[in-house]
């Protein structure tokens, strides 16, 4: 697990061909296949207490 309690963290979902790639802190973490077209996502869930600072989609 990348992420430790009360500790900031960079956290990017990278939309590719075949998959979502997550990486945290630079590292690649997670690859989850496509279940839906990308295009079709309309929000992403978070869970737990986080402290969001900013949020850039490009």
């Known amino acids: 697990m990348p992420f430790v309690d009360d500790q900031s963290f960079d956290l990017r979902m990278l939309v590719l ?3 979502y790639q997550v990486v945290a802190n630079g590292q690649h973490c997670y690859g989850f296949a496509h279940r839906l077209q990308p295009g079709c996502v309309k929000m992403m869930q978070i869970w737990r ?3 969001l600072i900013s949020v850039d989609v490009s």
Do not use: A
């Open 49 to 51: 207490d986080v402290l």
């Open 17 to 19: 061909h075949n998959e």
